[in-house]
């Protein structure tokens, strides 16, 4: 890195915030599938060894086996104890950490020595509870029975209601007692059954904060019951994912609920976790919870079992991670690529796809790699870099017209297998065809990498090959009148920056300002590392002549649908915001302001990029935030960048989410930036989506965990860009 730049790295850290990365705690799911259909599975415990027992509605005993991570392991029947095959067993739970079970006869253990079993007088009993010297609570839904060391104590029932749960009250004598209508306690001091609240559609309970709480599950929400006071806690509480509660938890101090439309835990600002489709659990059909192994949580559902795990780990740990996901499976050619093809998640059935924008994907990974070589100097950044690199090169010379770069390119023979597969040409080599096509949001991200080479790798071959294909692409552009020329000999369709295009939409049209601002940021980038005057002329020109600097000072706020006269071009691109132009506006940003072609030009560049950065807020996009930040500004959201990095998911799986039920979420009146909801949720509750997507979409139907995405462009450039300008140390 030259004095200069340090010197400018040095203002920026005494004038912004920066994060020093510290260790934060990673959710991430391990899943286990029940591929039996003729068995439902209604019983779930987990005891002190770590050893987890399923118990299906016919009486036999399932575990979970295999499973890691990304890998889903299989619930098969449990033959570990092989007597156990004998026993019609109802119900298992745990005491004093082991488990204990239940079947039509006794109360029995394998801890302990085995020598637990106390019989009992309800055949059709169904619920248990373990209290205070192994007394236990028994109920079939209509009688309950305390027994101990093979004795019937007492004998009872809910008056006109139906028993559906029992819990004991550690280190009390006390136990509770859920009926459908009625929240009751049972005390072994006299054996007394007291009816402490009235309602209606119980569903599910347990205790929390040490037996201060009871939390009732209803149909329509929940309630918080004071256990000490005997009096609920205000209202039943309805702002929920999902209202129907199916199943009550209270894990290591926090609140888990089941429901049939997935699982939630509640945050210490009373908002929740949303664990919805097979990122996180087999199905969203919950039916039991439990604590699980090491600190996990267990999620019983009709499909298998969830074991939601959480990992310390830190953003640099993060990122290695990541690193490690895009080089072992996520390179197609040099390319960034994503897996497609996948048969339910099963990353040894998928493919690597190729993309209209597999020059944008890859330059962002790319520049992802340049920051992360520039931050550690590792050489396998830097051989990363190479790769990519040559083939971005490549792109320019599969194709038979001078400085014009293919979309992709591929084996021949395959053309009906490929996306768009009417865009695709022979190349003269005969084993290679590629695509054409190509657009603007490819030039951009072509002209930011190459830039990032050029001025940050100390590698003489690669800044040589980055500037020579900076100025093989704009000598193409520059040549043909601004326009991106085809084999057709014709402009492609968005490969368009000519003033008599740009400035035919009206201003509030996205496109004037978004093309603008891109040719001045790439035009400046080719002076700066060339120093080609015909560079600088043309950026001047267009400023100067055509209204270009005008255009792209346009305030975001003016921005919106072209008006009534405009012509219907201009009325489609304006029928709502695209979220792809932000990203290709902040790509090019750093162009723009970076290689300005004077302090005046500078000043407004930033304005413009700081004026974008507050529409852009809501989303709390972890890229733009750290793009705005190349600006020096003092706020650019760097707690909004660093949640963003530190809630994106760890599966990058497009598995089928869905939140737009959710009740706990404000929803907006439709708008033209396409924000659905009053707060954007963590990219771990919804869709996983690249920068050029709205983050604000809540759901995502169909092709359920088809393909994977790479971490390269979506993850990795934030965190490395952010590493490099020193926001995140």
């Not at 005993?61 to 156990?84: A, E, I, K």
Request: charged fraction near 25%.
């Amino acid at each position: 890195m030259t004095a200069v730049v340090l010197l400018a790295q040095t203002h920026l850290l005494s004038a912004q915030a920066v994060y020093q990365d510290k260790p934060f705690v990673q959710d991430y799911s391990v899943k286990y599938y029940l591929n039996q259909p003729n068995v439902s599975l209604s019983g779930l415990a987990c005891d002190r060894n770590g050893v987890i027992s399923l118990l299906s509605s016919d009486g036999e005993l399932f575990h979970p086996t295999g499973g890691q991570f990304l890998h889903p392991g299989m619930v098969v029947p449990d033959n570990r104890y092989r007597f156990m095959k004998d026993k019609d067993l109802r119900a298992v739970a745990t005491h004093d950490q082991q488990l204990v079970y239940l079947d039509r006869q006794a109360v029995l253990s394998n801890a302990w020595a085995g020598q637990p079993y106390f019989r009992h007088e309800l055949p059709n009993a169904k619920w248990m509870a373990c209290g205070r010297d192994f007394s236990t609570l028994i109920s079939d839904g209509s009688a309950l029975h305390l027994v101990r060391d093979s004795k019937t104590l007492w004998k009872g029932s809910l008056p006109a209601d139906e028993v559906i749960a029992l819990r004991a009250q550690e280190g009390t004598d006390r136990f509770w007692v859920l009926g459908r209508r009625s929240l009751s306690t049972f005390s072994l001091s006299g054996n007394q059954l007291t009816k402490v609240f009235d309602g209606a559609d119980f569903m599910a309970f347990d205790l929390a904060e040490q037996g201060r709480k009871v939390i009732v599950g209803t149909r329509d929400g929940y309630i918080e019951f004071d256990a000490v006071n005997r009096k609920p806690v205000g209202t039943v509480r309805k702002k929920l994912p999902s209202t129907e509660i199916t199943a009550v938890a209270e894990v290591d101090g926090r609140l888990w609920f089941g429901s049939p439309q997935g699982a939630f835990a509640r945050r210490p600002d009373g908002g929740f976790d949303y664990f919805n489709g097979e990122r996180w659990l087999p199905s969203n059909e919950v039916v039991g919870l439990a604590r699980g192994r090491r600190g996990s949580v267990l999620v019983l559902t009709k499909a298998g079992l969830g074991e939601i795990c959480f990992k310390t780990m830190t953003l640099l740990d993060k990122a290695r991670f990541y690193e490690e996901q895009v080089r072992s499976r996520h390179i197609r050619n040099g390319f960034n690529a994503s897996l497609s093809g996948m048969e339910k998640g099963n990353l040894g059935t998928g493919f690597l796809a190729d993309s209209d924008n597999d020059g944008l994907w890859t330059s962002m990974y790319l520049a992802a790699e340049v920051f992360r070589y520039a931050v550690t100097k590792e050489p396998e950044a830097l051989q990363n870099c190479r790769e990519s690199l040559d083939a971005m090169e490549r792109l320019y010379t599969i194709n038979p017209v001078p400085g014009f770069p293919a979309r992709s390119f591929e084996r021949s023979g395959h053309i009906a297998e490929l996306s768009d597969p009417e865009r695709w040409q022979h190349a003269k080599h005969p084993d290679w065809d590629w695509k054409a096509t190509t657009s603007s949001d490819e030039a951009i991200g072509h002209i930011f990498a190459f830039g990032a080479i050029a001025e940050l790798i100390d590698d003489a071959r690669l800044k040589k090959q980055a500037v020579m294909l900076i100025d093989t692409l704009m000598s193409h552009i520059v040549r043909n009148d601004l326009y991106l020329i085809d084999y057709d000999g014709k402009p492609t369709l968005w490969g368009k920056w000519n003033p008599t295009y740009v400035n035919s939409f009206p201003k509030t049209v996205g496109d004037r300002k978004l093309n603008s601002s891109n040719i001045i940021g790439m035009l400046q980038t080719a002076y700066h590392f060339t120093r080609k005057e015909k560079y600088r002329q043309k950026a001047l020109e267009l400023m100067q002549k055509h209204g270009y600097l005008d255009n792209l000072m346009t305030p975001m706020k003016e921005i919106g649908r072209a008006p009534d006269q405009a012509d219907d071009h201009s009325k489609m691109l304006s029928d709502g915001w695209n979220h792809s132009d932000d990203e290709m506006y902040f790509v090019g940003y750093w162009g723009l302001y970076r290689y300005a072609l004077n302090d005046t030009l500078k000043a407004k560049y930033r304005q413009a990029i700081i004026d974008h950065w507050e529409a852009e807020r809501p989303e709390k996009e972890g890229a733009w935030n750290i793009f705005t930040a190349l600006t020096g500004t003092r706020n650019f959201d760097l707690n909004e960048a660093v949640w963003y990095l530190k809630e994106h998911p760890l599966d990058l799986i497009d598995w089928s989410i869905m939140n737009s039920h959710r009740k706990d979420i404000e929803m907006i009146e439709p708008n033209f930036r396409r924000q659905t909801t009053r707060e954007v949720l963590p990219p771990d509750e919804r869709p996983v989506q690249r920068h050029n997507a709205n983050m604000f979409s809540l759901d995502r139907k169909g092709g359920n965990g088809t393909s994977e995405h790479s971490a390269g462009d979506i993850w990795l450039l934030p965190y490395w860009m952010g590493r490099y300008l020193g926001v995140i140390r």
